[in-house]
């Protein structure tokens, strides 16, 4: 039996779902004898998106960095990335998902010589419009280990030329967040009402389609039931702009808050009736707890909801596609609707992904795959 081996592994983050989804992982790979270097890279800066859940969630980072304001922000990234391989040395990089660290951390990588794992490799929206979807394409062009949350997502990979040897279908890292904290799925008698978020440029930053938004909002509190609204700071800061917060605040039947602490929108999640949003991982925890979901947006890289007819697209880009969502919203609100979706099995994972990673990590076998080479056609031979 071949021994073991224990890797030194850099593992950036920048967002709050990056954190809830690393935690448990970088503790998986710690316990199986992995160093791990952890490490802020700054792209949220209030403390309820970042210092706080990194606290709660026991992911404090070895390295602390922050970023500008306003433009060259990804540029900073890039930059950071760059000093902090060339202080301390790693055998690879693991990164999860799609925000700008991503592509920063992989460009750095590839610049230093040391390969890259992607773990939420897969994902596709096929929308030419999304950066997360050009940050993610950009990380599969780099990565030498791919780390797919299901079968489908392996299969885009496969569908891009991605060589089988170095696609895992590991799972999703947040179903073993959710399977620490230890949070049930609300019995259905037990749930109420709607949890409302929305963050995405796409939704917040277009003013119309940001009083859609505030419309649907609205009327969900009317029709199907008491609205919880955590606003995210982006979202917070476009209200204000476009005079659009005192009419949500005085709205019959919504609730704003601030940023929930994670076990706190976890509860809240458990006890809704439906989720509302335009987040990617509120798809994956809404379909752990069983409760529906209205996406508002007109594609995503979480197709296996879509398929199970637990998630609805419906996007805010017309005011059809508002009513659209409306309507979804009330129909998977109903009795015969929340029964079938609490029954359904959750299509992303079952709790392992940190511990298959950090298998995957330590076996010898695994090595050539990280070995960066170069090919060599000088006999005349042709790669096609």
Same mark, same amino acid.
């Given at each position: ?25 970088v503790?998986?790979l ?38 500008? #304001?306003? =433009?060259?922000?990804? +540029?900073?990234? &890039?930059? !950071? /990335?760059? %000093?902090v391989l060339d202080?301390? $040395?790693v055998? @690879?990089?693991l990164?999860?998902g799609d ?18 794992a992607?773990l939420?490799a ?11 979807e050009?940050?993610?394409?950009l990380?599969?062009a ?12 392996a ?9 089988? #040897?170095? =696609?895992?279908?590991? +799972?999703?890292p &947040?179903? !073993? /967040?959710? %399977?620490?904290?230890?949070?049930? $799925?609300?019995? @259905? ?10 963050h ?15 419309d649907?909002?609205t009327?969900l ?21 476009h005079?659009?917060?005192g ?6 039947g919504?609730?704003?808050?601030e940023?929930?602490?994670y076990?706190?929108l976890l509860?809240?999640?458990a006890?809704?009736?439906?989720a ?10 809404a379909a ?7 996406v508002?947006r007109?594609s995503?890289p ?42 359904l ?21 695994t090595?050539p795959l ?15």
């Amino acid at each position: 039996m071949m021994t073991a081996v224990s890797r030194r592994v850099l593992v950036p983050f920048g967002t709050r779902p990056e954190v809830i989804k690393l935690a448990p992982v970088v503790r998986a790979l710690r316990a199986a004898g992995h160093a791990v270097t952890t490490v802020d890279t700054g792209q949220h800066a209030t403390p309820a998106m970042a210092a706080d859940v990194q606290a709660a969630l026991g992911l404090e980072p070895d390295v602390r960095l922050r970023l500008p #304001e306003g =433009v060259g922000r990804l +540029g900073a990234l &890039v930059a !950071d /990335a760059a %000093r902090v391989l060339d202080a301390h $040395p790693v055998d @690879l990089v693991l990164a999860l998902g799609d925000t700008h660290t991503v592509p920063a951390y992989a460009l750095a990588a590839r610049a230093a010589g040391l390969p890259l794992a992607h773990l939420e490799a897969g994902l596709r929206s096929f929308n030419q419009r999304s950066v997360e979807e050009s940050n993610r394409r950009l990380a599969a062009a780099v990565a030498q280990l791919h780390l797919a949350p299901t079968v489908r997502a392996a299969a885009f990979l496969a569908a891009e030329g991605i060589a089988a #040897e170095r =696609v895992f279908v590991v +799972g999703n890292p &947040v179903i !073993d /967040a959710l %399977r620490e904290r230890a949070v049930d $799925p609300a019995p @259905l008698g037990e749930r109420t009402g709607v949890l409302v978020t929305a963050h995405r440029a796409g939704n917040v930053d277009d003013p119309a389609r940001l009083r859609r938004l505030v419309d649907l909002v609205t009327a969900l509190a009317a029709r199907v039931g008491p609205v919880l609204f955590p606003v995210h700071p982006r979202t917070a800061a476009r209200l204000r702009e476009h005079g659009l917060s005192g009419r949500l605040a005085g709205a019959p039947g919504v609730t704003l808050r601030e940023p929930l602490p994670y076990p706190e929108l976890l509860t809240a999640l458990a006890h809704a009736r439906l989720a509302v949003t335009d987040s990617g991982g509120l798809q994956e925890e809404a379909a752990y707890f069983g409760v529906p979901v209205v996406v508002l947006r007109r594609s995503t890289p979480r197709w296996e909801g879509v398929e199970l007819g637990s998630t609805v697209l419906t996007g805010l880009t017309t005011d059809e596609e508002a009513d659209r969502a409306l309507a979804a919203a009330r129909r998977l609100a109903r009795p015969d609707e929340q029964a079938r979706i609490a029954a359904l099995p959750c299509p992303y994972g079952d709790g392992t992904t940190g511990a298959r990673v950090a298998a995957l990590l330590a076996d010898p076998a695994t090595t050539p795959l990280l070995t960066l080479t170069e090919p060599d056609y000088t006999d005349g031979r042709l790669p096609w």
